[in-house]
């Protein structure tokens, strides 16, 4: 049952393994095992990451393309969701319409992209990703009675998952563990759920047979298309499918915040983030992608905390504390990077499966 | 004599000025070995090129079965029926033994792009790769990474490679070249069941004599991208224009050389 649900791909190394469900767990728990606004909204952002970076890991892990227009259909998906919300009406159904709206959005431009350009050298594509990208934020925070410019826009989820909606209130007082049973809760399930499922379906994607030919291409090409597989194609299909799961992790995020914008969705900070977190996790692994994602967010929210702390704890030592002042965080954030990419250069998962 | 399978008809490789391959015209029955000779840079490798699709030909086609392959794709010339082993090892380099030839064999599956399905449970694909394994002698290195493997298990694989394909055209391009003498008889008998079976062609681009004594049934010879002789072993060694396409040397002490 577990080995079918993770495609025959197991972690393979009993730390990695405790790590993962260590990660897991926690997710899968959060609003319980860590109350807070703050936490809880960590947690979400963690689950809607790892989706994000394990579709960008099967581009750029599994089938060896460097694409830097990933974050552009993670916009797709959230501007998809706000639309439908905004001008259908506040239901689920407009609000799926509107993610699978953006879904196919992303895959018709994924297409037309790898089309004109995945049949010419990997710089090329990368750099048309990025043109094309860059054009698109551009476009979406000057069409501002469309898109909200660069306010971006605010809308209102369907109501049973807004924090107003209210349930279990004459079985269990409206409680469980302590924590209120409203529609924001239920809003962290439906991330945290659809996140599962979408991880695990890109799981049984690098597995299947369609997968392996993905790997063959990535480790030679010139063979692949001698023993009989289209490379075009298939590289093609794999950053259709790629976009169409960034776009529902874009759906996701939307429906998370509330709100969608071009700094929150389109950014190439997003786009350099996504990277970083591929490559701390490790390439081609996809389980890298649920520790990258994990190391980096929790990294870029509480650092900053622990910094702070750090520095209070050391007063008394001269010069020290400047270092580690809350301010510096990013400096540290960096330093982290550079250790990590040295000292694991196949990643955290890559090294542990090693030993 | 059966019938013709494959067939190049003024078939030529132009680039820029100069012209590698120069209006080869030349039919290939099954179950016949053809050997190929010639000096280096004479287009044994590039006539190969065109036959598979790494290269398109300027002018002239090729025909298999009797269908114009000369604009098809190589991965849809591939799945037509045309298989090469190549010179220079060409493989998956980060992958095992057993998953290069498990993706050969996945190639000529039906599902072999489904993306819902396990590829480790796909146990016929895996069946048919663990055959080849066997038959060129490289079952306990099946785990181990391309890049881990010696040269002359390299070579093997690639040959089992083709093997697996099991395409209607067999082109070997000297696959027992940089080989040990204790290698070399496997794949040598794997390439003459293969002759056996009387309903593939085999093309062998090859420089040592012994191997083309063995097993070649019709020597054709390239020179400057010409096609210089074509006929029975016996005959072909002993052309005037093999002679003097080697400068009175001697075939055989030309070919040597090399």
């Known amino acids: 049952m577990i080995r079918a649900l993770l495609s025959d791909d197991l972690p393979r190394s009993r730390v990695l393994t405790l790590v993962l469900l260590g990660i897991v767990l926690c997710l899968a728990l959060a609003p319980f095992l860590f109350p807070g606004v703050r936490t809880?909204?960590?947690?979400?952002?963690?689950?809607?990451?790892?989706?994000?970076?394990?579709?960008?890991?099967?581009?750029?892990?599994?089938?060896?393309i460097v694409s830097f227009a990933h974050t552009m259909f993670f916009g797709?998906?959230?501007?998809?969701?706000?639309?439908?919300?905004?001008?259908?009406?506040?239901?689920?159904?407009?609000?799926?319409?509107?993610?699978?709206?953006?879904?196919?959005?992303?895959?018709?431009?994924?297409?037309?992209?790898?089309?004109?350009?995945?049949?010419?050298?990997?710089?090329?594509?990368?750099?048309?990703?990025?043109?094309?990208?860059?054009?698109?934020?551009?476009?979406?925070?000057?069409?501002?009675?469309?898109?909200?410019?660069?306010?971006?826009?605010?809308?209102?989820?369907?109501?049973?998952?807004?924090?107003a909606f209210k349930f279990g209130t004459?079985?269990?007082?409206?409680?469980?563990?302590?924590?209120?049973?409203?529609?924001?809760?239920?809003?962290?399930?439906?991330?945290?759920?659809?996140?599962?499922?979408?991880?695990?379906?890109l799981l049984r994607l690098v597995n299947s047979p369609f997968g392996r030919v993905l790997k063959a291409i990535r480790e030679n090409e010139f063979r692949a298309e001698a023993i009989g597989y289209p490379v075009i194609q298939y590289r093609v299909a794999a950053s259709c499918i790629s976009a169409i799961t960034a776009a529902c992790a874009g759906a996701l995020y939307a429906i998370w915040l509330r709100?969608?914008?071009?700094?929150?969705?389109?950014?190439?900070?997003?786009?350099?983030?996504?990277?970083?977190?591929?490559?701390?996790?490790?390439?081609?692994?996809?389980?890298?992608?649920?520790?990258?994602?994990?190391?980096?967010?929790?990294?870029?929210n509480y650092l900053r905390n622990l910094m702070g702390a750090a520095a209070t704890l050391m007063q008394d030592i001269p010069i020290l504390p400047q270092f580690l002042s809350a301010d510096r965080w990013l400096l540290w954030l960096g330093v982290l990077f550079v250790l990590s990419v040295y000292f694991f250069p196949s990643g955290v998962v890559g090294r542990l499966r090693r030993s | 004599m059966s019938s013709t399978l494959l067939r190049t008809q003024d078939l030529t490789a132009r680039f820029g000025g100069h012209v590698a391959v120069d209006g080869v015209s030349c039919a290939f029955a099954a179950g016949a070995l053809t050997a190929i000779i010639g000096p280096n840079g004479a287009g044994k490798?590039?006539?190969?090129?065109?036959?598979?699709?790494?290269?398109?030909?300027?002018?002239?086609?090729?025909?298999?079965?009797?269908?114009?392959?000369?604009?098809?794709?190589?991965?849809?010339?591939?799945?037509?029926?045309?298989?090469?082993?190549?010179?220079?090892?060409?493989?998956?380099?980060?992958?095992?033994?057993?998953?290069?030839?498990?993706?050969?064999a996945q190639s000529k599956s039906k599902r072999r792009a489904c993306i819902w399905s396990m590829?480790?449970?796909?146990?016929?694909?895996?069946?048919?790769?663990?055959?080849?394994?066997?038959?060129?002698?490289?079952?306990?290195?099946r785990f181990q990474k391309i890049s881990e493997l010696s040269h002359g298990d390299q070579r093997k694989l690639e040959v089992a490679m083709l093997m697996t394909l099991d395409p209607l055209v067999y082109m070997f391009d000297e696959p027992t070249a940089g080989m040990s003498m204790d290698e070399a008889p496997v794949v040598l008998d794997l390439i003459a069941a293969l002759k056996q079976?009387?309903?593939?062609?085999?093309?062998?681009?090859?420089?040592?004599?012994?191997?083309?004594?063995?097993?070649?049934d019709r020597i054709i010879v390239l020179n400057n991208g010409c096609l210089a002789a074509d006929?029975?072993?016996?005959?072909?060694?002993?052309?005037?224009?093999?002679?003097?396409?080697?400068?009175?040397?001697?075939?055989?002490?030309a070919l040597n050389e090399l």
Not at chain 1, 55 to 61: C, E, R, V
Not at chain 1, 76 to 95: C, E, N, P, T
Not at chain 2, 197 to 216: F, S
């Open chain 2, 231 to 253: 006929g029975a072993p016996a005959e072909v060694m002993e052309s005037d224009i093999v002679q003097e396409a080697y400068i009175g040397r001697g075939l055989e002490g």
């Open chain 1, 259 to 300: 709100y969608v914008g071009p700094e929150t969705t389109l950014s190439m900070e997003i786009m350099i983030n996504v990277l970083l977190m591929v490559v701390i996790g490790g390439m081609g692994t996809l389980y890298g992608a649920i520790v990258g994602a994990a190391v980096f967010v929790l990294a870029q």
């Open chain 2, 119 to 141: 590829a480790s449970r796909h146990r016929t694909l895996i069946e048919a790769a663990e055959q080849a394994l066997e038959q060129v002698q490289l079952k306990d290195q």
């Open chain 2, 45 to 104: 490798t590039t006539y190969f090129d065109l036959i598979s699709g790494q290269v398109n030909a300027s002018t002239g086609r090729v025909f298999l079965g009797g269908r114009d392959i000369s604009r098809m794709p190589v991965a849809a010339r591939a799945r037509a029926g045309i298989g090469r082993a190549f010179q220079l090892t060409n493989l998956f380099p980060n992958l095992s033994v057993m998953e290069n030839l498990r993706l050969v």
């Open chain 1, 170 to 201: 004459e079985t269990l007082d409206g409680r469980l563990f302590g924590v209120r049973l409203n529609g924001k809760l239920l809003a962290y399930y439906l991330v945290f759920f659809s996140a599962v499922l979408l991880f695990l379906g």
């Open chain 2, 197 to 216: 079976r009387r309903d593939r062609t085999i093309l062998l681009v090859e420089h040592k004599m012994d191997v083309i004594r063995a097993l070649a």
């Open chain 1, 40 to 64: 809880v909204d960590t947690a979400a952002r963690i689950c809607i990451f790892i989706v994000l970076v394990a579709s960008y890991d099967l581009l750029i892990g599994f089938t060896g």
């Open chain 1, 76 to 163: 797709f998906g959230a501007y998809g969701v706000a639309f439908g919300l905004i001008h259908l009406d506040r239901s689920f159904w407009a609000m799926g319409l509107g993610a699978a709206g953006g879904a196919l959005t992303a895959a018709c431009v994924a297409i037309v992209i790898g089309l004109f350009s995945l049949r010419v050298r990997a710089i090329f594509f990368a750099m048309i990703t990025l043109a094309v990208a860059s054009a698109v934020a551009v476009l979406f925070s000057q069409l501002s009675s469309i898109t909200g410019g660069e306010d971006g826009l605010t809308f209102k989820l369907p109501r049973v998952l807004g924090p």
